[in-house]
Every structure is written in C-alpha cells, then in structure tokens.
C-alpha cells in the first residue's frame, strides 16, 4: 500500500525555522517527482516545491524561493523541506506529495499532477 507520513510540523516564531520530513512506503524503486503543497484556511491549497528524484529542475513557489530549500534525503524514501525565516503568512498545513511521472509545472505546480498525498502536518508562526 502507497503511503506518505509527513512529520516535523509545529509552533514557531515569526524569524525561526522547521524542518518537514516526509516517508514514503510502497513505491518501489523509481523515480517520482516530490513536493509539498500547503493549505491555509479558507484559502485554495497552494503547491510549495517539487523535485524528480531521477534529475531536472526544481520549482519553488515565488513566496518561499529563497527561504526554502527541498531535499532528498539519503535513504530513497524521505524528503525533506527546510523552511527558514518563516513568516505568519506560511501557517498552513503542509502536504507531502508523490507523482511516478516527470515534474511539471504551468506557472504553478498543479495539484491535479500528484496522485499521492499524506494526511498532512500543521504549521503555525505567530508574528
């Protein structure tokens, strides 16, 4: 069975960093394209970064380039989002998401591309 578990979210200052962390199970040993997605409340849900893991360009939303950085981690099944200088306005829950096709992109990462999603980890800044 298919599976991503994200953890590391939490409560945190406006200034501060988090780091997400996401396992994947039953995906055997190929390629996908990664990412995070994030959705605050009563807003549409928002794609953050994505990665293939076989190579290629990475997108970043315009709002994090620059504070986030996503990473593979050293075993195939974790990836990692570092979120550093976090602002009120990235409170939401944030999403690991999986894909086995390329990453895509049309000005926005799409949501419709990812067929995995986790249950999601909440992040909170307070100013």
């Known amino acids: 069975q298919v599976q991503l578990v994200e953890s590391g979210g939490g409560s945190v200052q406006a200034g501060e960093s988090l780091r997400l962390s996401c396992v994947a199970s039953?995906?055997?040993?190929?390629?996908?394209?990664v990412g995070w997605f994030r959705q605050a409340p009563g807003k549409e849900r928002e794609g953050v970064t994505a990665i293939y893991t076989g190579g290629g360009n990475t997108y970043y939303h315009s709002s994090v380039k620059g504070r986030f950085t996503v990473s593979p981690g050293n075993a195939k099944n974790t990836l990692y989002l570092q979120m550093n200088d976090l602002k009120p306005e990235d409170t939401a829950t944030y999403y690991c998401?999986?894909?086995?096709?390329?990453?895509?992109?049309?000005?926005?990462?799409?949501?419709?591309?990812?067929?995995?999603w986790g249950q999601g980890t909440q992040v909170t800044v307070s100013s």
């Open positions: 039953g995906f055997g040993t190929g390629d996908f394209c």
């Open positions: 998401v999986a894909d086995p096709d390329p990453c895509w992109w049309v000005g926005t990462l799409q949501a419709q591309h990812f067929r995995y």
